[in-house]
């Protein structure tokens, strides 16, 4: 699954994580410090401040029937941690397209 931030940046994400409590968790531990997202297994960090607001609606895409769609606000609180305000997996199937993949499997800017 990706991790599709105002349309602009895809976050890669092990298709393990399934439930709403481990994608608020990647998202709570990944999106910290003002906007630097950290891939903790290949020990790279990407400064994606510039491409960022503090308000942004967020799209988890899924393969086949994993599909889920993470709507409305999400916001940094004073510590620059973001949180996940409502998540939306009444979608059906196909709805949303793969996100490509990527030279280095971690990141892709639109």
């Known amino acids: 699954m990706s991790l599709v931030i105002e349309g602009k940046l895809i976050y890669r994400i092990p298709n393990y994580f399934r439930s709403e409590k481990s ?3 990647i998202v709570e ?3 910290i410090d003002g906007g630097r997202a950290k891939e903790r297994q290949r020990g790279r960090t990407m400064d994606i401040s510039s491409r960022v607001n503090r308000h942004m609606d ?10 889920l769609e993470i709507k409305n606000q999400m916001l ?6 973001l949180e ?9 199937p196909g709805t949303l397209t793969q996100a490509p993949e990527t030279p280095n499997g971690s990141w892709y800017a639109y």
């Not at 996940?84 to 059906?92: A, G, S, V």
């Open 29 to 31: 531990n990944e999106m």
């Open 23 to 25: 994608v608020k968790a």
């Open 76 to 81: 940094a609180n004073k510590n620059g941690i």
């Open 84 to 92: 996940i305000k409502e998540i939306i997996q009444d979608r059906p």
């Open 58 to 67: 967020l799209v988890l895409r899924g393969h086949k029937d994993q599909i």
